[in-house]
């Protein structure tokens, strides 16, 4: 299968780069032969060169990732496929926890050359390493190779700051919505569907609560974090979080909080967040009907399943909407990686970068149930033909605008911490919606300046 989907994918990228070429054959009528005649000595030519194969990749490269040798690791997948593909060079990898990776690039940068290329795992550290001067410039390669960045979908751009492109985009990882099948049918309800807005999705979750007490099935669930409530604000794409006014915020908590507390359809934020309730162990034990997550989800509930640790019969819908907004607008991250600027084999980094951002890389990815930035439909194909993906999964993960949930941007980190504890108020009911609202606007121009 691993095979399969390699040839699939890097057949796909191959098309596409030949697209542009002309496609006429060759004439299959000789001209006539010249009239055999010796030159004079002097005026003797040696026969055309035979074309030259590409010169071998050697070397060392020191790339840095996290948790590289947990089951499962993307990165680990896609540097065993360099280094099969180019058996001349040595990938030194330089595994952090995740925990600490954000502390330890750091150290690693400040002192110079220790890394060559390293994954960025936290977007609110983009734009301080790129605004330190440690993350090099790659539109030098991607002009001298003609690459075309329009293959990741307005990823790319993300990464270009000030005109440079300080990093591509390897994986993605954007928010859809799991749902348990057996809930639904027990309740007697359709499954949800592809174009399903969040007033609908309000509705739905009273249709299919079913049970009470410890039997109780929760037709919704909101993890913990801010963003499973502020990123349905930011999906139509016409705000940020560093925006200054978040009144945009408003019709998504106040649904929430009327599922909360009026309607009771989805568990209680101070519950979960007392009993440190993990997404993942409640949607895998069965208690809830439909839970918005990011689409790494998937993996681990295909692991799940097959380990025996769930029984859950799930599947994937397109993520709900705006009113305002057609379906296949979705919030989401991009995993970028980067050449160190300090590296003395920016080279050979470049072509690392290349082949884990391009077809062969997005197959490592998506044979692992990933999703590469590189998305296409052939890629998509690839990544829900994974054992374990469920049926229309294929359908449901069509993407026509991908949203960051957190723009490349000075001070984010900040203003995303404040708007974390900000969201803690709101769905403990400990201040006033309107008020913990302004609240918000003031302390980010504050941060901001």
């Known amino acids: 299968m691993k095979k399969i989907l390699s040839l699939v994918l890097a057949g796909a990228m191959c098309l596409g780069l030949l697209a542009g070429c002309t496609s006429g054959k060759p004439t299959e009528t000789n001209p006539p032969a010249p009239e055999k005649t010796d030159p004079p000595a002097s005026t003797q030519t040696d026969a055309p060169a035979a074309p030259t194969e590409p010169a071998e990749l050697t070397g060392t490269l020191k790339v840095s990732g996290w948790d590289m040798e947990v089951s499962g690791s993307l990165f680990k997948a896609v540097i065993d496929a360099f280094t099969d593909a180019n058996p001349g060079v040595t990938v030194e990898a330089i595994d952090i926890p995740s925990a600490d990776y954000g502390t330890k690039l750091s150290v690693m940068l400040n002192g110079g050359s220790e890394v060559d290329v390293f994954w960025v795992k936290d977007a609110d550290t983009i734009y301080p390493i790129a605004n330190r001067g440690q993350m090099a410039d790659m539109n030098q390669f991607v002009t001298r190779d003609g690459m075309d960045l329009g293959i990741y979908n307005g990823q790319a751009e993300d990464f270009n700051i000030d005109g440079k492109q300080i990093g591509m985009p390897f994986r993605t990882d954007y928010y859809t ?10 309740a007697g309800v359709d499954y949800p569907s592809n174009d399903m807005t969040w007033t609908e999705f309000e509705e739905l979750a009273k249709k299919v609560t079913i049970g009470d007490g410890v039997d109780k099935k929760y037709g919704a669930f909101f993890h913990t974090w801010q963003a499973c409530i502020q990123n349905w604000a930011v999906q139509d ?12 915020f408003k019709p998504y908590y106040e649904m929430a909080l009327r599922m909360q507390n009026d309607d009771k359809t989805c568990m209680d934020y101070g519950t979960v967040k007392t009993a440190n309730l993990h997404y993942s162990g409640v949607f895998a034990d069965g208690s809830v009907a439909m839970m918005p997550m990011g689409t790494w989800f998937a993996a681990t509930m ?18 709900p909407h705006p009113d305002n907004v057609e379906a296949g607008y979705v919030v989401g991250a991009t995993t970028p990686i980067c050449i160190n600027a300090a590296s003395p084999n920016q080279d ?6 290349k082949f884990v951002c391009g077809a062969e890389g997005a197959a490592a990815v998506a044979n692992l149930g990933g999703v590469p930035a590189l998305l296409d439909n052939d890629t998509l194909k690839a990544l829900t033909s994974v054992d374990g993906y469920p049926d229309g999964a294929l ?3 069509q993407v026509k605008n991908m949203v960051r949930d957190r723009p490349v941007a000075d001070k984010v980190s900040e203003v995303n911490q404040m708007l974390g504890e900000q969201h803690s108020l709101i769905m403990l009911g400990e201040s006033d919606l309107d008020t913990v609202l302004a609240d918000m606007g003031e302390q980010s121009k504050s941060i901001q300046g």
């Open 177 to 186: 919505l799991f749902y348990n099948k057996d809930i639904f049918d027990a």
């Open 237 to 248: 794409g016409q705000h940020t979080i560093m925006d200054t006014d978040y009144s945009f």
């Open 302 to 319: 295909i692991e799940k399943v097959k380990s025996g640790e769930s029984s859950v019969n799930w599947g994937i819908a397109t993520l």
């Open 348 to 353: 050979l980094a470049w072509e690392f970068v």
């Open 395 to 397: 359908e449901a993960l």
